[in-house]
């Protein structure tokens, strides 16, 4: 099996590398000592077409497939975790809609998504409410021609910043409703962005909804539609562009280690020159191509729409643990110096350490891979 980049995606690779290095990196620093988002790194984006990569034609995306993405999604976490999480939740609601949308609601809302007229975010997770969907809160009551939504979100990456939210919320009956709840609607209030360790670029932010009206047309797939369904189909889309972001991360970590270890003099010559950094530099490069190997091909699985639940799982359980760790010894290759706010390393380990978290916990893809292996010998568990 033959991974190699095509010209064409090699191309990609190349525009994708210049922008992360011109737009972003250079505001890496700012977005976290700020706490803001990358707004203008956004609207910039969307003039290059990044934004659609993934989307279909017909709406203004560029269907250039998941690897793709994923190439995009890497050279940004090199640059700034922050802002590819910011953009990999904007493409996933759009991915969302895309998935689990009327042609109506596709034409009307991914165009303006695509070309970045338009932010958007998705609102699942709830206080006592994450990976398990069957537990949320939030509610969607059947009034006249439309709903009415009660209840909280928490965690939403671009929720103060969003156009368009898509909601998650339960129904009196049958499954729970996806709710596309646009920018001033009454009944809608943002809360408070979260002051967090990492990624504070990209902080969650609280939303609440208070006899919050939407229209029955608002509802992605119609008045009846699964948007718990429609949420696990885009997850693996989400969790492979964290993962790309993970082997970006680790990618910078590894460079900047390798950089350090030459110039930084300890005990009569450079630290490159012990036997220790060198171990840990030179697990790190093994943790970077184990993880890029199973990126891509989880990748090439994805566009060939034979990627299991288990095969997304394993490289998001490997991306969050591999860059973790890489970073983690970056930061020890470093010293004292990386412990300090003049090395970006401080910055990366405080960012990273969420990768573990965001989208599934390791927790929770260990506990899906062991379920995937247990069957074909009989065990059946049920979640």
């Not at 299991?308 to 490289?315: K, P, Q, T, W």
């Not at 760790?325 to 706010?341: D, P």
Request: with cysteine; glycine share 10%; charged share 25%.
């Amino acid at each position: 099996m033959d991974f190699a980049l095509s010209e064409e995606q090699q191309m990609f690779l190349d525009m994708f590398r210049d922008f992360a290095q011109q737009e972003v990196a250079p505001l890496a620093e700012e977005l976290d000592r700020k706490e803001r988002s990358p707004l203008e790194t956004i609207k910039k984006a969307a003039a290059l077409d990044l934004l659609g990569i993934v989307l279909p034609e017909q709406y203004g995306g560029m269907n250039a497939g998941f690897l793709p993405y994923g190439l995009l999604m890497e050279e940004l976490g090199k640059a700034c975790l922050s802002t590819a999480v910011t953009i990999n939740a904007h493409c996933t609601t759009a991915m969302l809609i895309s998935a689990g949308g009327s042609e109506e609601q596709k034409k009307r809302l991914i165009p303006a998504l695509a070309k970045g007229e338009r932010i958007a975010a998705y609102a699942i997770a709830e206080p006592d409410a994450g990976s398990d969907l069957s537990a949320i809160a939030t509610t969607a009551r059947p009034d006249g021609d439309g709903f009415v939504l009660n209840g909280r979100k928490s965690f939403v990456v671009n929720g103060d910043i969003a156009d368009v939210l898509v909601v998650l919320a339960r129904t009196e009956a049958g499954p729970p409703g996806a709710f596309v709840v646009e920018k001033g609607r009454a009944g809608l209030v943002i809360g408070w962005r979260n002051k967090q360790m990492g990624l504070r670029g990209a902080s969650g932010c609280n939303l609440f909804f208070d006899d919050c009206r939407v229209p029955a047309h608002d509802r992605l797939g119609g008045e009846s539609g699964d948007g718990a369904a429609a949420i696990r189909r885009v997850w693996p889309f989400s969790r492979l562009g964290l993962s790309f972001a993970c082997l970006g991360i680790a990618e910078r970590g590894l460079a900047d280690s390798l950089e350090f270890a030459k110039n930084r003099q300890q005990f009569g010559g450079p630290v490159a020159m012990k036997q220790t950094i060198q171990g840990f530099l030179g697990d790190m490069a093994t943790q970077i191509e184990s993880l890029r190997g199973l990126a891509y091909r989880t990748a090439w699985a994805m566009e060939q729409n034979k990627a299991s639940e288990r095969d997304v799982a394993m490289l998001k359980l490997l991306a969050g643990q591999a860059a973790t760790w890489v970073i983690n010894k970056a930061l020890q290759i470093h010293g004292g110096m990386g412990y300090i706010k003049s090395f970006h390393i401080e910055r990366l380990y405080r960012d990273v350490r969420a990768m573990t978290i965001l989208e599934g916990t390791t927790e929770t893809q260990r506990v899906t891979v062991a379920v995937e292996i247990l069957k074909p010998v009989g065990v059946q568990i049920t979640l």
